[in-house]
């Protein structure tokens, strides 16, 4: 059971380039999301999706583009690559997450490593 | 936004010696969650806490729920080696989808 997978583990980009990183999923989770990671920041969320062709932005979207068009796969788009970018990426999904918070336990992935020049 | 305060930022502790950590919010949760983080991998949940007040315990883990709802506590106790990580509060249950993360405790055990 692979659980989420994250490609790829690191990336270096120069700035202005574009990437996508991909997150899979094979627990047939309807919550998918993707964190970023600074020192002394905690895990920020930058998108999220509840199912397959819904998504919506969480504290830090900009820069970012999602899109959910199967329940497996979850990617995030790097339009233009800033230095700020620069960051350890994580992509987790769960169960269920209603407002009330029903299963609170996301699974994370490994993690993506970027680094933009 | 809402936002965790998460303290301590670090701990260097001996081995065998117990570890308190805590999160404050100005906001309140519905549920308050705990991750440990090992190096190199993604956080990974330890315990989650769905009602004020409440106490749960995990092995040597035990958190509780603050009754105000803008707090929680985590407690290990007799650490080991292996409780070497990064540790995340996280609170939710009040945004559709999201969870507050806090900034993470860095924990070091000495042998």
């Known amino acids: 059971n692979a659980g989420v997978t994250q490609t790829p583990k690191f990336q270096v980009l120069k700035t202005g380039q574009s990437m996508t990183l991909q997150c899979a999923q094979d627990m047939n989770h309807e919550y998918m999301s993707w964190y970023r990671q600074d020192p002394g920041m905690g895990l920020r969320l930058i998108h999220y999706?509840?199912?397959?062709?819904?998504?919506d932005q969480g504290e830090v979207p900009n820069g970012y583009n999602v899109s959910r068009s199967t329940t497996e796969d979850f990617p995030l788009r790097l339009l233009s690559a800033a230095p700020s970018q620069t960051s350890v990426y994580f992509c987790a999904s769960s169960y269920s997450f209603t407002g009330t918070f029903s299963t609170g336990e996301l699974f994370f992935g490994e993690g993506s490593r970027l680094t933009v020049l | 936004g809402q936002q965790l305060n998460q303290s301590p930022q670090s701990m260097f502790i001996q081995e065998g010696e117990d570890v308190s950590m805590n999160c404050t919010s100005s906001?309140?949760?519905?549920?308050w969650l705990w991750y440990k983080q090992d190096p190199g991998e993604g956080p990974v949940l330890l315990i989650a806490?769905?009602?004020?007040?409440e106490l749960t315990s995990n092995g040597r883990l035990t958190a509780q729920f603050g009754i105000t709802r803008k707090d929680s506590f985590l407690n290990i106790s007799a650490s080991i080696p292996s409780d070497v990580g990064i540790y995340f509060c996280a609170g939710g249950g009040t945004s559709y989808g999201k969870l507050t993360f806090g900034q993470g405790t860095i924990l070091t055990v000495h042998p």
């Open positions: 999706s509840v199912g397959a062709g819904i998504t």
């Open positions: 806490l769905y009602k004020a007040g």
């Open positions: 906001s309140i949760f519905n549920t």
